[in-house]
């Protein structure tokens, strides 16, 4: 066989990382958690906004405080976060960094995943979104043209979420380097907040419809190191520094 075939095939080898029990432990604890999270935190937003009742009561008061914000500054930089995780943009992003990230990696088990999970996210939405059918604000409130389609969960901060919190889990989850993710996650959050109030300040969503989707990204990032945990982590003999062996991979 030679050294092009064994390459290749390689690409479609599962990488394996080694890492004490306990660690191993903690990756499903962390999975179990964040499923857990994000479907309560769904159902109970879901609940709110058939019955109408809390926490679907913080919409009002949420978007007449940033309508009451709105300056073109401001206008300008929501636009942009709009378009910048848009249902064109976006895609095309993910799409870009999966090939490019399948190409240069030794193995594409981690590519595969992101690209699952952002499907899944898009399925997701589209699923909810029509059968629970929830009206978007007045069209005369939205800044960046009409959309008369229904608006649970937010398509755009799903897909923000889904695309952000999988590829920072998926590039630091092989690298020991603790502050350094840590301080992804937080700049990953931060990012996240801002799509989700863009969405709000344009006049497209309620806070609860950000809400779910931010509620269903933790719930398929749970699934994702769930998944990740069982194909890829062995149980080493000894106890490495940290619990997590780092990859020189990309």
């Given at each position: 066989?030679?050294?092009?075939?064994?390459?290749?095939?390689?690409?479609?080898?599962?990488?394996?990382?080694?890492?004490?029990?306990?660690?191993?432990?903690?990756?499903?604890?962390?999975?179990?958690?964040?499923i857990t999270i994000?479907?309560?935190?769904?159902?109970?937003?879901?609940?709110?906004?058939?019955?109408?009742?809390?926490?679907?009561?913080?919409?009002?008061?949420?978007?007449?405080?940033?309508?009451?914000?709105?300056?073109?500054?401001?206008?300008?930089?929501?636009?942009?976060?709009?378009?910048?995780?848009?249902?064109?943009?976006?895609?095309?992003?993910?799409?870009?960094?999966?090939?490019?990230?399948?190409?240069?990696?030794?193995?594409?088990?981690?590519?595969?995943?992101?690209?699952?999970?952002?499907?899944?996210g898009v399925v997701?939405?589209?699923?909810?979104?029509?059968?629970?059918?929830?009206?978007?604000?007045?069209?005369?409130?939205?800044?960046?043209?009409?959309?008369?389609?229904?608006?649970?969960?937010?398509?755009?901060?799903?897909?923000?979420?889904?695309?952000?919190?999988?590829?920072?889990?998926?590039?630091?989850?092989?690298?020991?380097?603790?502050?350094?993710?840590?301080?992804?996650?937080?700049?990953?959050?931060?990012?996240?907040?801002?799509?989700?109030?863009?969405?709000?300040?344009?006049?497209?969503?309620w806070a609860t419809?950000?809400?779910?989707?931010?509620?269903?990204?933790?719930?398929?990032?749970?699934?994702?190191?769930?998944?990740?945990?069982?194909?890829?982590?062995?149980?080493?003999?000894?106890?490495?520094?940290?619990?997590?062996?780092?990859?020189?991979?990309?």
């Amino acid at each position: 066989m030679s050294t092009s075939d064994a390459g290749f095939r390689e690409k479609f080898l599962v990488e394996e990382r080694f890492m004490p029990r306990e660690a191993k432990r903690k990756l499903y604890v962390t999975a179990a958690g964040l499923i857990t999270i994000g479907l309560a935190g769904f159902l109970l937003t879901l609940r709110g906004v058939l019955l109408n009742v809390a926490p679907a009561s913080i919409d009002a008061p949420l978007k007449s405080w940033l309508y009451d914000g709105r300056t073109d500054f401001l206008t300008g930089i929501m636009i942009g976060l709009a378009v910048g995780f848009g249902p064109i943009a976006l895609p095309i992003i993910i799409l870009v960094v999966v090939v490019a990230w399948a190409i240069i990696a030794k193995h594409i088990w981690r590519p595969m995943l992101l690209a699952a999970g952002t499907t899944t996210g898009v399925v997701l939405a589209l699923t909810i979104t029509h059968a629970v059918g929830r009206h978007r604000p007045p069209t005369e409130l939205m800044l960046f043209g009409a959309d008369s389609t229904f608006s649970f969960p937010s398509g755009h901060v799903l897909g923000a979420c889904n695309f952000l919190l999988l590829l920072t889990y998926l590039i630091f989850s092989r690298r020991h380097n603790p502050r350094a993710e840590v301080s992804a996650f937080i700049l990953v959050g931060l990012l996240i907040v801002a799509v989700a109030l863009s969405r709000i300040y344009l006049g497209y969503h309620w806070a609860t419809d950000a809400v779910a989707s931010i509620s269903l990204s933790l719930v398929i990032l749970g699934a994702v190191i769930a998944v990740d945990t069982q194909r890829t982590v062995r149980v080493s003999a000894a106890p490495s520094s940290g619990g997590r062996a780092a990859s020189p991979a990309p």
